[in-house]
Nanobody, 114 residues
Framework: QVQLVESGGGSVQPGGSLRLSCRAS????????MAWHRQPPGKQRELLAS???????DYADSVKGRFTISRDHATNTIYLDMNNLMPEDTAVYYC????????WGQGTQVTVSA
């Protein structure tokens, strides 16, 4: 089992910034990918950014240039730095860990409004 604990959500005005964190613990394999997804109200969950344990990163076009995924190997923590936030970024944000298994965090709410 792998446990994921997220933090850092909240409310922010348009143009603002937030940092999300996700710490993984448990029986992690040597090779894995961690990622951030979000689910806006009434919509499907979408992949935003991923990072492999080797450091390779990928981003969805909708967040490229505004969001940055990073990791701290020492604490098995990944981060999502979100800048220039817009109302359409309002969603529940989820962390995911995948090797041959997939685990999800509990989700953290991000609300962007004036």
């Amino acid at each position: 089992q792998v446990q994921l604990v997220e933090s850092g959500g909240g409310s922010v005005q348009p143009g603002g910034s937030l940092r999300l964190s996700c710490r993984a613990s448990g029986s992690m394999f040597f090779t894995y990918v961690m990622a951030w997804h979000r689910q806006p109200p009434g919509k499907q969950r979408e992949l935003l950014a991923s990072i492999s344990n080797g450091g390779s990163r990928d981003y969805a076009d909708s967040v490229k240039g505004r969001f940055t995924i990073s990791r701290d190997h020492a604490t098995n923590t990944i981060y999502l730095d979100m800048n220039n936030l817009m109302p359409e970024d309002t969603a529940v944000y989820y962390c995911r860990y995948s090797d041959r298994r997939t685990y999800w965090g509990q989700g953290t709410q991000v609300t962007v409004s004036a």
